[in-house]
């Protein structure tokens, strides 16, 4: 679809949006609708539609394997690193409230940096899944 | 400090190891962190076990959300010892991976068998461990995902179907335990055990939860593969890689029957659940049904996995059989044989990759021979088969005395003969294997195979020395088993 000027153009203008976009639900998620799984997926998509306008294989070079699974693994490795702050702060796991001086900032601290990792690890998870669907390679 | 994180810890790291073994990507690597981690998790778990025996149950609020509200993990008699049996499999398991990974798995993927194979675990631990009906069934997602596509890497192209069929199977299975747990937080509007335990009996009457109870039985039924809804179980053992099989035969299907116990003995412990529904006389039936057609089929088998599997059929209708009885006893023998048949079915199967590994093949015709070229590796397979059968002085003996005991006790003298008779089937089953092994001469020609190495044979006779050491000193075990009996019953007037 490499060819079709009208997709390319009006694709490129609506990517960097996407991406913005799925910045803003994530980092709105703690005080309104959204939150990682949703922004995750968002991002993903801007990737995917970058695929299905300009090829695979240049979305490969965009995004190739093993930056996509290092995403999907740093998530949740900051998720559960959240967690395990939590114990050593002298809290339980994921106990957000001694991240900060402040329980409150603390909770808004944690959630944060959980739905971070949340993110990372769908948008590599989608962009995986989609890639091996798409190529079938890995 | 550590020590109050325990039943966080024991979950949490072997999670976060996980990712971490698709970062490090070297098979090397991948594989000594798998070692480490699963050392750190059996220590882990016996610590907690030791501390239950010390104190009663533990219990920890994650993120510190205090118990209905939040999700609380709940270590108690029964949970510890399904947590040290899922935490020593995998501790002896492990380090026998290493050898039959490289290879029956193509080099480039085995980090990614190694991230499986932590999530499995932690899936496994998870369910042990939560005292929270809707964090089991995440935990029991994230086994089940992690064992489809452990199957699926299976070396034979059949390995993808043989998942495929388990994943509908399973899914079918995680969704009725999921209706299940709604329906009763319809009622009830919690989803902790112990509080669902509590409200259980004002609502225990209503349609709503004899529908629930009725999901929650069939969908856990289907993930323990009790007969009629095993059909998945067979090529599941059969396709999958050697290591895989040895560690999901000895944890996947016990953790299921340990879901079983607890809806049975904790969410429905405060109402006489056997004597209402039915449910204790059609378990019965299927157990005992299971029992004798799994080994009566094992027998036509000539793929010596597929044997072993029918036989985990059986072997599986011998713990529900305990569950169903309902009597401390019964039960007892049911969590008892937990343990045994883990140790059991861990090492057969750990002795089927050691002679897959030497001559490519399971089926029984290419086992000529065997007794004397791989000696070592026949002679733990002779071994646990015995314990199998239920020779005195082997695990096997332990539990099946326990079994018909209880059954003698409330006079159902035909379950004792039934018990005897599917042992008798397990012995020609087990016997087959042994005449071809032993007594007919190796075929002529090729070169002869070697002994598996040293690395795959010690674990396998570590867990062979063990199912006869705790057949001989069965004290601790029976310790364990009937205190975590006596402490589900008790709610039970």
């Given at each position: 679809m490499i060819f079709k000027a009208v997709l390319r153009v009006v694709s490129k203008l609506l990517i960097p949006p996407i991406m913005l976009f799925a910045l803003y639900v994530q980092f709105h998620g703690d005080f309104g609708p959204g939150g990682g799984f949703q922004a995750g997926v968002i991002f993903a998509s801007a990737f995917i539609l970058y695929a299905l306008i300009f090829g695979i294989d240049n979305a490969r070079k965009v995004a190739p394997a093993w930056a996509t699974r290092t995403l999907l693994s740093l998530g949740l490795v900051l998720y559960a690193g959240v967690g395990v702050a939590g114990i050593f702060l002298g809290g339980s796991f994921l106990d957000y409230s001694v991240l900060a001086e402040d329980p409150v900032i603390g909770q808004h601290l944690g959630i944060t940096l959980i739905e971070f990792g949340v993110g990372a690890t769908v948008s590599g998870a989608m962009i995986t899944i989609f890639f091996i669907f798409a190529h079938q390679d890995g | 400090m550590i020590a109050a994180h325990l039943p966080a810890l024991q979950v949490v790291i072997p999670l976060m190891a996980a990712p971490l073994c698709v970062l490090l990507r070297r098979p090397v690597l991948a594989w000594a962190l798998t070692l480490a981690v699963s050392w750190v998790v059996l220590a882990i778990a016996v610590a907690l076990l030791l501390q239950v025996l010390e104190t009663g149950p533990v219990t920890y609020p994650l993120g510190n959300w205090a118990a209905p509200w939040g999700i609380e993990y709940r270590v108690d008699l029964a949970g510890a010892f399904v947590l040290v049996i899922v935490a020593a499999i995998g501790a002896v398991v492990t380090p026998y991976a290493r050898r039959s990974v490289e290879h029956e798995i193509p080099r480039d993927r085995i980090y990614l068998f190694y991230a499986m194979y932590l999530l499995c675990l932690t899936g496994l631990l998870g369910i042990a461990i939560t005292g929270d009906a809707f964090n089991l069934f995440v935990f029991l997602e994230i086994t089940s995902l992690s064992s489809y596509v452990l199957i699926s890497l299976g070396s034979e192209r059949r390995a993808l179907t043989a998942a495929y069929r388990y994943l509908i199977m399973g899914t079918l299975g995680a969704t009725f335990y999921l209706i299940g747990v709604a329906m009763m937080y319809m009622m009830t509007g919690t989803l902790n055990m112990a509080d669902l335990a509590t409200l259980m009996p004002a609502v225990a009457d209503t349609r709503t939860i004899l529908?629930?109870?009725?999901?929650?039985?069939?969908?856990?039924?289907?993930?323990?593969?009790?007969?009629?809804?095993?059909?998945?179980?067979?090529?599941?053992?059969?396709?999958?890689?050697?290591?895989?099989?040895?560690?999901?035969?000895?944890?996947?299907?016990?953790?299921?029957?340990?879901?079983?116990?607890?809806?049975?003995?904790?969410?429905?412990?405060?109402?006489?659940?056997?004597?209402?529904?039915?449910?204790?006389?059609?378990?019965?039936?299927?157990?005992?049904?299971?029992?004798?057609?799994?080994?009566?089929?094992?027998?036509?088998?000539?793929?010596?996995?597929?044997?072993?599997?029918?036989?985990?059929?059986?072997?599986?209708?011998?713990?529900?059989?305990g569950i169903s009885f309902a009597t401390v006893t019964g039960l007892t023998g049911g969590i008892v044989h937990l343990f045994n048949h883990a140790l059991i079915k861990c090492a057969l199967f750990m002795a089927l990759g050691c002679v897959f590994m030497r001559i490519g093949s399971v089926n029984i015709r290419d086992m000529a021979g065997l007794g004397r070229r791989m000696p070592v590796t026949m002679a733990s397979f002779v071994v646990s088969g015995l314990s199998l059968i239920g020779v005195p002085l082997t695990v096997g003996f332990v539990s099946k005395w326990y079994l018909v005991q209880a059954a003698l006790e409330k006079g159902w003298w035909p379950i004792a003969v039934l018990v005897l008779l599917s042992s008798l089937l397990a012995v020609i089953y087990i016997w087959r294997v042994v005449e071809v092994a032993y007594f007919r001469p190796a075929p002529e020609g090729g070169p002869a195979p070697a002994e598996a190495p040293l690395s795959m044979l010690v674990p396998m006779w570590l867990l062979t020395g063990a199912s006869v050491y705790f057949g001989i000193d069965a004290t601790r075990t029976l310790e364990v088993a009937g205190g975590a009996a006596a402490f589900l019953l008790r709610a039970t007037p």
């Open positions: - | 529908v629930a109870l009725a999901f929650l039985t069939v969908g856990i039924s289907l993930k323990l593969a009790l007969f009629p809804l095993h059909l998945w179980l067979p090529n599941a053992y059969t396709y999958a890689p050697s290591v895989v099989t040895a560690f999901l035969a000895a944890t996947g299907t016990k953790v299921a029957v340990y879901i079983l116990i607890r809806i049975f003995f904790t969410i429905f412990g405060g109402v006489e659940v056997f004597r209402i529904n039915l449910i204790g006389d059609v378990l019965m039936g299927l157990a005992i049904l299971a029992m004798v057609s799994g080994s009566a089929v094992a027998i036509y088998q000539n793929n010596v996995k597929r044997m072993l599997a029918y036989s985990s059929v059986a072997q599986i209708g011998y713990m529900v059989l």
